[in-house]
């Protein structure tokens, strides 16, 4: 066994890489029947966790999905219950939505997630009060993958991937829905994943200071 794998769960303080070599890889939107399966091979192949920021409804819909996600060591985040816009709710249904969204991730797994990531990166004091309330940090990230839109093409994905330095926490999307492109994102990880370990850079698990990291892509 590898020694992630190994030691997560049993001795967490040894689980991660060293700080100065780590990077955050995290997924956001799922869970995604058709691609999230796909997405935990590739990242059991390569040997590496990630955190996964769930929308609750879509979680409640894929309970054993969830539960595959935690068994496999990975993370799991709040990304709200339905990703409705923050902005196009009032404060009671803004937070309502964080609630709910770590309600079904805790009821699922029987773990409370320990970080919120809000819908299309908009801060919105009352989910932040709400997240803070439910003990999640605020987890935005460093560079995005853009594996969305027109721009989300494999080949610009695994440039902008190849981008990733030491501290990044990275921003790609397993749920299919919408403009995300999980094809393409697919396409591009296992090269990501390679050239990462090529690099010396090793994947681990988000930090409470998660909050710290301002995007810089
Ligand atoms: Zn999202």
Redesign the pocket.
């Known amino acids: 066994m590898s020694r992630n794998r190994e030691t997560a769960g049993l001795l967490p303080g040894l689980a991660q890489p060293p700080e100065a070599r780590r990077v955050y890889l995290s997924f956001?939107?799922g869970p995604d029947p058709r691609w999230t399966p796909r997405i935990l091979d590739l990242l059991a192949q390569a040997d590496v966790l990630a955190t996964f920021?769930l929308?609750g409804r879509r979680a409640l819909a894929q309970p054993a999905l969830v539960r595959r996600i935690a068994a496999a060591g990975h993370a799991l985040g709040n990304?709200t219950f339905s990703?409705r816009h923050p902005w196009t709710m009032a404060a009671p249904t803004a937070r309502k939505e964080v609630r709910d969204g770590a309600a079904a991730v805790a009821d699922l797994t029987g773990v409370a997630p320990r970080f919120f990531?809000p819908?299309?990166r908009r801060l919105r004091r009352c989910m932040l009060e709400e997240a803070m309330r439910g003990g999640q940090a605020l987890a935005l990230w460093d560079l995005s993958a853009v594996d969305w839109g027109p721009l989300g093409a494999a080949r610009t994905i695994a440039r902008r991937l190849a981008a990733t330095q030491a501290g990044d926490i990275v921003l790609m999307?397993d749920?299919g829905q919408g403009i995300n492109r999980p094809a393409e994102l697919v396409e591009a990880l296992p090269g990501f994943l390679a050239d990462l370990g090529r690099r010396g850079l090793m994947p681990a698990l988000l930090p409470e200071a998660a909050e710290r990291h301002a995007p810089r892509a």
């Open positions: 956001d939107d920021f929308v990304h990703h990531r819908p299309h999307h749920g």
